[in-house]
């Protein structure tokens, strides 16, 4: 009998997804509330649907037949899926009662203590909190809301008035009317993926993840990943270790565990948050390095155990190849007119694929559907190669406005010790 796989989510990063599982001969349905949305247009069946609206899915998934459910890129899609495939009688690799430790970035935060992994200072805070409550806190500190994801609202702010002035802003949109004060972590930033199998974790891959500073009270924009990373060799047992002690107390034997952490140069790692799912936007990157497939991995662990296990025992995390995606952000409200440098610079050899994400006469609308305004994937033999594919690219991107102003923020290359 044919399996019937139920996907949440249906944007550009799902596609590979579910063209993977169709050509397995898996019958496809996507739901999502993303109408017009390219992966509904080549899914078997889709379903436009709200994905928190976890009895309705429930019942998509009866009705269907669904024998599995399976999703990832985003942080509340995890969540999502997690509570429908529990109600649902589906495998998933997590529990809804250990969520918070994934999602709510305070109990998170506790989780790390417990451990004694090391993070950054930080203080949960409600609207009347005193100033004395940050005098041991060393500015800029970065303030963020307790329950939300893909940067909204988040801010490097430099004084107890700024967190004041920008309170409400913060926690806007979020229903815990809290937010979370961290200090500042001027290290190295990296993007760690994992699976775990058996209760172990198996490292698939870890990057570098640079960015550019932008506006004052902004965070740094992300502006290049790449992999492998070029400090992998001083983090990749600590690293390893940290998500093998999480995987322990939160009970997860299976599925994905990644990790976004800093280190500096004779310091120990200061992990910043973990999620229960693969990067979007940068996971294809581990097949340009070693020609893994995420996809196959979340496909195997619902329908083929023993392919998911043959593919962790013989990767990899230390590639010999080098890939990065390079993000362009746009300024909000700027309108797109001119986009012919980025148009030439994607015939360039070496890109493997390109999005130009607006078209002529849209706005910049930043944390919408259109997360950045273009993005690149380059490959290249060595990290001396890439790197001056990227500065090339860097150096020669440009967008307009129909005034003639540059919609692009200027990405720049970090310094790494020799």
């Not at 999602?103 to 609207?127: C, G, V, W």
């Not at 303030?143 to 893909?150: E, I």
């Amino acid at each position: 009998m044919k399996q019937r796989l139920l996907i949440l989510g249906s944007l550009r990063e799902f596609v590979q997804l579910i063209q993977t599982a169709r050509s397995r001969g898996i019958y496809t349905i996507v739901c999502d509330g993303y109408s017009d949305s390219v992966g509904k247009k080549i899914a078997d069946k889709s379903y436009d649907i709200d994905v928190g609206d976890t009895d309705r899915i429930v019942s998509i998934c009866q009705l269907e037949r669904v024998d599995g459910i399976i999703t990832s890129f985003s942080d509340y899609l995890f969540e999502c899926m997690v509570k429908i495939a529990n109600k649902a009688g589906l495998k998933c690799y997590f529990s809804p009662e250990k969520l918070d430790y994934y999602r709510n970035k305070d109990i998170m935060k506790q989780m790390f203590e417990k451990l004694h992994i090391p993070t950054a200072k930080y203080r949960r805070l409600s609207s009347g909190f005193s100033n004395s409550d940050l005098d041991d806190f060393e500015f800029p500190v970065v303030v963020k809301p307790l329950d939300k994801y893909g940067s909204r609202g988040v801010l490097v702010l430099y004084s107890v008035e700024e967190i004041k002035k920008h309170f409400d802003f913060i926690c806007a949109t979020s229903e815990v009317k809290e937010i979370l004060v961290e200090e500042y972590n001027e290290g190295y930033e990296f993007n760690m993926m994992s699976w775990v199998l058996d209760g172990t974790v198996h490292v698939i891959s870890i990057a570098d993840r640079e960015k550019t500073p932008v506006c004052t009270n902004d965070i740094p924009i992300s502006t290049r990943n790449v992999y492998p990373s070029r400090l992998i060799c001083n983090v990749y047992e600590e690293a390893r270790d940290i998500l093998q002690r999480i995987a322990n107390f939160t009970g997860q034997t299976s599925g994905v565990l990644s990790m976004q952490f800093f280190w500096s140069p004779g310091e120990t790692i200061s992990v910043c948050e973990i999620a229960g799912r693969f990067f979007g936007y940068e996971h294809e990157l581990v097949d340009y390095c070693c020609g893994l497939k995420v996809e196959n991995l979340l496909l195997d662990y619902l329908y083929d155990e023993t392919s998911l296990r043959n593919t962790l025992k013989h990767h990899s995390p230390f590639f010999d190849k080098t890939s990065a995606v390079l993000y362009f952000h746009g300024k909000n409200g700027l309108m797109v007119e001119n986009q012919e440098a980025a148009l030439k610079l994607s015939s360039m050899k070496g890109i493997m694929d390109s999005w130009l994400f607006y078209k002529k006469g849209e706005r910049i609308i930043p944390h919408g559907v259109n997360p950045y305004a273009i993005r690149y994937y380059i490959t290249a033999k060595s990290r001396a190669e890439a790197d001056w594919m990227t500065n090339y690219i860097f150096e020669h991107m440009s967008i307009t406005s129909p005034e003639g102003e540059e919609v692009l923020y200027q990405n720049h290359m970090p310094e790494y010790p020799e």
